[in-house]
């Protein structure tokens, strides 16, 4: 995954995922509902707010994955949100804006709940 740099033109910055099979595909912080660490495959995958799920390549990173906006952080060691789009945090889950209000896997560690509120807030 490799982030291109914020054009002067006032449009968000686009994150131009390279997936384990080679596609490009551009996508807004907007278009991104969340990240998540697939175990068995040992990779992130990007859940898009449209359902499409993307495999990105293994160098990829949560480290790299913080690094393209403010508004990604991490909830859990598998689970890295865009806070634009979580409607609410209830007891330790996020929920997400639809149409991925039905998500119920993105449960919030004791470890990021602190970062994760304060990112919340700063909203």
Known sequence: ???????????????LVVNAINEHQPLTLYDIGYFRYNQERKLWEVVCCDGQTQILRRHSTADIILNYSPSLVQIHKRFIVNIERIKKIQESRCILDAPLSHINELKISKNYRHSLMQAFYNL
């Open 1 to 15: 995954m490799n982030a291109v740099t914020q054009r002067d033109t006032g449009t968000p910055p686009i994150i």
